[in-house]
């Protein structure tokens, strides 16, 4: 469970500085002139879509892609922001749950200790047992306790070792989480400063609201 949590961690890492990326592209143009309507919002598309092969396998791209493919079909820029938010929430909740084996992981590798630890017990009682009966005398006793007592270590053991592996991976979790929170955050930022802000209300749109 240890080798699998590491592995599934590496993983998360190596998608997230992927992700961390599309940061990176000027995706609308800079002129400050520049004003996204549902008539530009194609030309941001296309723009998209030659940046990369597969805009949807990236968090900020698809969803731009989202904001704007209902800007260009419905033509309300008033209800981009609220598309954009609801996509933020989205993607925090599929976050979130892309955690839950981990944390399955993070509560079962403290349990195979205890229960390793509760095996090796067991069995050093029985030894112990067995012990007592068959020894005639005191020097027979003291060195047939000896594999009994090196029993008990290694049950002790299995326990710190699952409790450090747990500590372990739970750190990195909190550690690799945070960044995949501040992910999101700058992912909604960019959409913020980039997108709603150059977003011009419709004379229609005026007239309907």
Not at 36 to 63: G, K, W
Not at 89 to 114: K, N, Q
Request: hydrophobic share 45%; charged share 20%.
């Amino acid at each position: 469970f240890f080798c699998w949590s590491i592995a599934i961690l590496g993983l998360k890492h190596f998608k997230l500085r992927l992700q961390k990326r599309a940061l990176l592209y000027e995706i609308l143009p800079t002129d400050h002139d520049f004003v996204l309507s549902p008539d530009s919002a194609n030309d941001v598309i296309e723009q998209i879509h030659r940046t990369t092969d597969d805009p949807r396998r990236f968090v900020l791209f698809n969803r731009l892609l989202i904001a704007l493919g209902n800007l260009k079909n419905l033509g309300r820029v008033a209800d981009v922001d609220d598309m954009l938010r609801s996509q933020a929430e989205h993607e925090e909740t599929s976050m979130e749950t892309s955690y839950s084996l981990l944390r399955g992981f993070v509560w079962a590798i403290p349990v195979l200790g205890f229960i390793g630890t509760v095996i090796g017990l067991s069995q050093a009682v029985g030894g112990f047992g067995r012990v007592l009966g068959n020894a005639s005398d005191i020097s027979q006793i003291s060195s047939s306790l000896k594999s009994v007592t090196a029993g008990l270590a290694t049950a002790f053991e299995t326990t710190l070792e699952a409790l450090v592996a747990a500590l372990i991976i739970q750190l990195l979790i909190t550690f690799l989480k945070k960044s995949e929170e501040e992910f999101l955050e700058s992912c909604t930022d960019y959409c913020l400063r980039r997108v709603v802000s150059r977003l011009r209300i419709m004379p229609y749109e005026r007239e309907t609201a």
